[in-house]
Nanobody, 115 residues
Framework: QLGLVESGGGLGLPGGSLRLSCAGS????????IGWFRQAPGKEREALSC???????IWYADSVKGRFTISRDNAKNTNLQMNSLKPEDTGVYYC?????????WGQGTQVTVSS
């Protein structure tokens, strides 16, 4: 079954770092743009960052700009490096792989930022 698998969530300290990864299951991410989203408790899902299929175009939400870095290291994986974590970064993080014709979501990984 085709899908995405996120990993790397967990507990982070304020000011600390976590690294999330997203891999395709049953398909390669080579031709897909990738987005990372977050859903905090009681809030709507918000877009955090997006990278084009070539890696040449990258976008960040103002809330994470300068702290988070999106990358793709090969056709199978994409990563979200999260630095200078804040308690408001707490939430479930989802990756999304999309083209004009296809759209896949991961199951989400929990990130909790707390001392």
């Amino acid at each position: 079954q085709l899908g995405l698998v996120e990993s790397g969530g967990g507990l982070g300290l304020p000011g600390g770092s976590l690294r999330l990864s997203c891999a395709g299951s049953g398909f390669t991410l080579k031709n897909y743009a990738i987005g990372w989203f977050r859903q905090a408790p009681g809030k709507e899902r918000e877009a955090l960052s997006c990278i084009s299929s070539s890696g040449g175009d990258i976008w960040y939400a103002d809330s994470v700009k300068g702290r988070f870095t999106i990358s793709r290291d090969n056709a199978k994986n994409t990563n979200l490096q999260m630095n200078s974590l804040k308690p408001e970064d707490t939430g479930v993080y989802y990756c999304n792989a999309f083209t004009r014709l296809r759209n896949y979501w991961g199951q989400g990984t929990q990130v909790t930022v707390s001392s």
